[in-house]
């Protein structure tokens, strides 16, 4: 079984400081690993995410993760954050066994972006 | 290119009642998810079809939940009766089917509808 462990429920930040937003995961298999957002009354949009190759992804809005193996870790982060950038940001997991994928969601995140 | 629609975008109904969500995904997409989010909580799968057959329901309460996607295309979610514990948003997303060797299938997703359950 797989399971997301997003350990900050809300983080608060002024407006052009950097943030990280923290995700662990578990799995006894190998994985792919996802960074959604959550814009007030809106669905989930996919911000980036980890297939293979380098640990560091980049993905929309200036946002990028690391994954790391050893620590079992997927954390974001911006390195200057916008008023726009207030949202909940989810992180999720799917193992790469063949076939069927279930995603896993995490509990969320919320950003609030302080003027 | 329209994204996933959903209706209605609120619902309120008193426990014991019956309700309905319709979802229609983007065009040609054969995937199609419905999630459960509580307050507080990430999203939860309640159901996934491939074209209008069912890949995995195995988090659907069948005692009063039940999906159905006729056609392939869109789908509608129904809980009866309701309890005060299914007050949620119900998300509907799709994705185009592509190989296991590239990776997962990227979900687009609805902007969901909130039921309240008095």
């Known amino acids: 079984a797989q399971s997301v462990t997003q350990l900050d429920s809300q983080v608060p930040v002024f407006e052009e400081a950097p943030v990280e937003l923290r995700c662990n995961y578990s799995?006894?298999?190998?994985?792919?690993l996802f960074w959604y957002v959550q814009y007030p009354n809106q669905g989930l949009q996919l911000l980036l995410k980890?297939?293979?190759?380098?640990?560091l992804v980049k993905g929309i809005n200036g946002f990028e993760a690391e994954f790391n193996k050893s620590q079992t870790s997927f954390h974001l982060r911006k390195p200057s954050v916008h008023i726009s950038d207030t949202a909940e940001y989810f992180c999720?997991?799917?193992?790469?066994?063949?076939?069927?994928?279930?995603?896993?969601f995490g509990t969320g995140t919320k950003l609030q972006v302080i003027p | 290119e329209a994204g996933v629609a959903q209706s209605p975008r609120y619902k309120i109904i008193e426990k014991r009642q019956s309700v309905a969500f319709w979802c229609n995904p983007i065009?040609?997409?054969?995937?199609l998810y419905w999630y459960q989010q509580i307050l507080g909580q990430g999203p939860k799968l309640l159901i996934q079809?491939?074209?209008?057959?069912?890949?995995?329901d195995s988090q659907l309460p069948k005692d009063r939940f039940s999906a159905e996607r006729l056609k392939g295309v869109d789908s509608t979610l129904k809980i009866q009766p309701a309890k005060l514990e299914d007050s949620a948003v119900y998300l509907c997303?799709?994705?185009?089917?592509?190989?296991?060797?590239?990776?997962?299938?990227?979900?687009?997703f609805g902007p969901g509808t909130r039921l309240t359950v008095l």
């Open positions: 997303a799709s994705s185009f089917p592509g190989t296991s060797a590239s990776g997962p299938d990227t979900q687009y």
């Open positions: 980890y297939l293979s190759g380098s640990t």
């Open positions: 065009s040609g997409h054969a995937t």
């Open positions: 999720a997991v799917s193992d790469r066994g063949g076939g069927y994928q279930k995603v896993t």
């Open positions: 079809f491939q074209n209008n057959g069912v890949v995995d």
């Open positions: 799995s006894s298999v190998s994985v792919y």
